[in-house]
């Protein structure tokens, strides 16, 4: 069935420095792959998308790749600062008629002062 | 314009009971999604309603079912609850059911005892 791997579930790194964090999908009509932020008791927040027609994109500091030969995403926040810690989530759909999101399991992401 | 509100914030119920939580869309939305995020993990996706029709569903059992309304708000209605069901569930609002962003509301914690 549909899956979304995402990898790591913890990731600790020193205000400054990049975070990436990746995904992997099963279903090869997958064509829309959104990452949403989720702080501790709040709703999720899309914080970038990509469609399949492109590889990159970028909105300041952060970036997300993907691969779909290797049915791989991947999110790049670069210079990172204490309010980025949160719960990053990818995910992935058909973006057909019936729109479901299929979410990866999460990675808790802890940015050090 | 007003985002996804939902309500009740938080609700406790015993096995067996059974419970509606219910979403109002963001304006000129008509398409809503429900999940179910358990502690810890990525939100799940149950079904869609788009125009007033169940436009999608995950592997979810029949006593999870919905309704949507005219105004294109949506109710989300378990039955013979079980210990299991304790999660956040999650309502989220898109323009349209063909890929357009979905945009989540705060959630109701349901816990069953």
């Known amino acids: 069935g549909e899956n979304v791997e995402q990898h790591p579930s913890t990731l600790s790194v020193q205000e400054g420095d990049s975070a990436v964090i990746k995904c992997t999908y099963s279903?090869?009509?997958?064509?829309?792959f959104p990452w949403y932020k989720q702080e501790l008791g709040k709703r999720p927040q899309l914080i970038i998308d990509?469609?399949?027609?492109?590889g990159e994109k970028k909105d300041q500091r952060i970036a997300v790749t993907l691969n779909k030969t290797a049915k791989h995403f991947s999110l790049h926040i670069t210079e990172t600062q204490p309010e980025d810690s949160a719960v990053y989530f990818c995910?992935?759909?058909?973006?057909?008629?019936?729109?479901?999101?299929?979410f990866g399991s999460g990675t808790r992401l802890l940015v050090r002062p | 314009e007003t985002g996804v509100t939902q309500s009740p914030t938080h609700l406790i119920k015993t096995r067996g009971q059974q419970v509606t939580l219910r979403c109002s869309s963001q304006?000129?939305?008509?398409?809503v999604s429900w999940y179910q995020q358990a502690l810890g993990q990525g939100p799940q996706f149950i079904f869609q309603y788009y125009r007033e029709e169940e436009n999608g569903r995950g592997n979810f059992p029949p006593r999870f079912s919905g309704l949507q309304f005219p105004n294109y708000s949506s109710e989300l209605n378990v039955n013979a609850l079980e210990l299991d069901d304790s999660a956040l569930y999650l309502c989220a609002s898109s323009l349209d059911a063909s890929g357009s962003e979905q945009f989540f509301g705060p959630g109701t914690r349901l816990t069953v005892l």
């Open positions: 995910a992935a759909s058909r973006g057909d008629s019936s729109y479901k999101l299929i």
């Open positions: 304006s000129g939305h008509n398409t």
């Open positions: 279903d090869s009509a997958s064509n829309y």
């Open positions: 990509i469609r399949s027609n492109v």
